[in-house]
């Protein structure tokens, strides 16, 4: 696990550490660069999302201020967008959980016996991965357009008003970041399933717990800590991510989400404050939300 | 972020140590019925992975598509498109497909040296601020890419950088560092300190102890994170959108060219990134396989 990788190193017996030059020669790179383009570009957004527009400047031309106005304009403007990014980004990754533990349970605990099958039905859950993101989504697109044989059909059947679209909805857009993330989900889970020891399950029907009770009160607690990565993995892009939310793409002009209006405001309207401020937001509320969470599953080594 | 990193192990089946010996004792023949569950869960997996693979089949289904302008009606078959994949807008397409393996390539090359040498430090060695170190390389993983883009936009903005490949190269790298160093990690730290230490007693010298005996032992880790940097960098889009100007990309090409309809020959490209990278995972996991069934035979 990612979240677990930079904790479990330390428990593994290694050769005595020792202080010397060579360990900032071999960080000092590797961390300047990261400082350079990661954690001084998040105090430029910072400082960009409190900017005031110049007086006798053009648009798109900004000084540097203390305008926290900006960020009470942006929750004013977007609230709908903002709910909508948390909102959708969950139901998704709660899809993605009831759609990916079956699937990692079988590949993860049934399939066990079979390694090179085990492994082929991991490469078949990374597919995705090859193909370019976009293309896939708008795959989905083609796929489920009103033209398409599904939502032909499901028409013919009544299951569906005649004049419904599925795609430009909500639930395309739900159905998109779900698909997408579907990977980021099933994976982590699979590496605990993985190494589930079934002694324990054995145990528990030898006291007479049904196949219900097994599951609920030995296999969910033993791979909380897959969930919760896998939860993490799939909630954090989901709310960023505003592509299949894209009117090009899975979404329709009531659909957008808060990628949307950062990359709209950023990159057509040039109103880069408003931009920098909602980034700020969107980047506050999931660290809030990784903490929490992650304090709450009882999981805190996973960071 | 920990798939990422699982994918990088299947895709080499490189990454660290070998598949978790079985120490479950012989499975017991149990005198029960055959249950539901017996073939529920791989009735379900069969029917989870058709629809992992749809999306994936439609756009290699309609790479032969015989399409005029937009690759959406099926028109018949055509082996045109993949014969002739640069030959549509002025090869268009392939100036965007050579943009990204150029920036994939530079930036996994940058990202997996810069990583690794964090990995070894982490693991080897004692220093102040380890902490705050391990914090620095968590967040960008924990970061929204919507976020990473539009403060690494605000900030050539503010410096004044114009955006061309050079910005972009600088984005992808940064994004891959983290992921490099988890994945290089685990690889460090499951090697075995007395190997470096017999170089070390045989009077190796610490340049040759390190390429002779540590990087020979690395290598399946580094290559894993190398594979995993170019794959997460020729994919990107968002990032990319925000910091490449008027750069074109494979990602962002199919992004720009979604209103007006893609070509088909931007499905035939991705058809055969896809292709080549399933060959790619299905033999090292194949020959992993063998490998570890010759060391078992090896007792």
């Known amino acids: 696990m990612a979240f677990a990788a930079f904790a479990t190193a330390e428990a593994l017996p290694q050769a005595p550490k020792r202080r010397s030059r060579i360990a900032l020669f071999l960080l000092l790179p590797g961390i300047l660069y990261l400082v350079l383009f990661f954690l001084t570009p998040l105090v430029s957004l910072v400082l960009t999302s409190l900017q005031a527009p110049s007086e006798f400047g053009d648009i798109g031309q900004y000084d540097y201020a203390f305008n926290w106005q900006n960020y009470v304009a942006v929750v004013e403007a977007y609230l709908p967008h903002i709910l909508r990014s948390f909102g959708y ?20 605990v049934k399939a066990r016996r079979w390694p090179l099958l085990q492994s082929l039905m991991l490469v078949l859950v990374i597919a995705p991965f090859f193909i370019s993101f976009l293309l896939r989504t708008l795959a989905w697109k083609q796929i489920l357009s009103d033209e398409s044989f599904i939502i032909t059909s499901l028409k013919a059947l009544s299951l569906m008003a005649p004049d419904g679209h599925f795609t430009g909805t909500p639930f395309a857009v739900i159905f998109g970041l779900t698909y997408n993330f579907i990977p980021f989900m099933t994976l982590p889970l699979y590496s605990t399933l993985e190494r589930l020891d079934t002694r324990y399950l054995e145990a528990g029907s030898d006291l007479y717990a049904n196949a219900f009770t097994v599951f609920r009160k030995i ?23 505003y592509i299949n939310a894209s009117r090009d793409f899975l979404g329709g002009p009531d659909t957008q989400m808060m990628g949307n209006v950062i990359e709209a405001n950023f990159l057509v309207l040039q109103n880069y404050p408003a931009a920098a401020a909602l980034s700020i937001i969107l980047m506050a509320v999931i660290l809030v939300f990784v903490g929490v969470y992650v304090k709450r599953s009882g999981t805190e080594d996973l960071l | 972020m920990s798939g990422e990193v699982q994918a990088a192990a299947v895709l080499g089946g490189l990454a660290e140590g070998e598949q978790l010996e079985d120490r479950r004792p012989p499975r017991r023949p149990r005198d029960r019925r055959i249950g539901l569950g017996d073939w529920l869960l791989p009735a379900y997996a069969v029917i989870a992975f058709v629809f992992l693979l749809i999306p994936i089949a439609y756009t290699f289904v309609f790479s032969f598509n015989d399409s005029i302008k937009s690759n959406i009606a099926w028109r018949g078959f055509t082996l045109d498109k993949w014969l002739n994949v640069c030959n549509v807008e002025g090869g268009a397409v392939c100036e965007a497909f050579g ?21 070894i430090a982490l693991v080897r060695y004692r220093f102040r601020a380890r902490s705050s170190i391990s914090l620095l390389l968590f967040l960008p993983m924990a970061t929204p890419e919507v976020v990473l883009g539009a403060g690494l936009a605000a900030q050539f903005l503010a410096v004044g950088v114009p955006k061309d490949m050079t910005t972009i190269i600088l984005a992808h790298t940064m994004f891959c560092i983290s992921f490099v160093v988890v994945t290089v990690k685990a690889r460090v730290a499951s090697l075995d300190p007395a190997l470096e230490e017999a170089g070390r007693d045989l009077y190796g010298s610490p340049a040759q102890v390190f390429w002779r005996i540590t990087f020979p032992l690395l ?7 190398a594979l995993l940097s170019f794959a997460l960098s020729f994919d990107d889009f968002i990032i990319t959108n925000f910091n490449s100007g008027s750069v074109s990309t494979f990602p962002k090409y199919i992004y720009i060219s979604a209103s007006r309809g893609i070509p088909a020959e931007a499905n035939v490209i991705a058809s055969a990134v896809f292709l080549f990278a399933l060959i790619l995972v299905i033999v090292a996991q194949v020959s992993r396989a063998a490998r570890a069934k010759r060391l078992a035979k090896l007792g």
């Open chain 2, 219 to 225: 290598t399946p880790g580094i290559l894993a994170a």
């Open chain 1, 219 to 241: 296999t969910i607690p033993l791979s909380m800590p897959g969930i919760v990565a896998g939860t993490l993995l799939t909630f954090i892009p989901a709310a960023g991510d």
């Open chain 1, 89 to 108: 980004a969950l139901v998704a990754t709660v899809l993605a959980l009831l759609f990916s533990y079956p699937l990692a349970y079988f590949i993860g």
């Open chain 2, 99 to 119: 943009n990204s393996i150029v920036i994939g390539l530079v930036a996994t090359v940058v990202a997996t040296a810069l990583g690794t040498m964090i990995a």
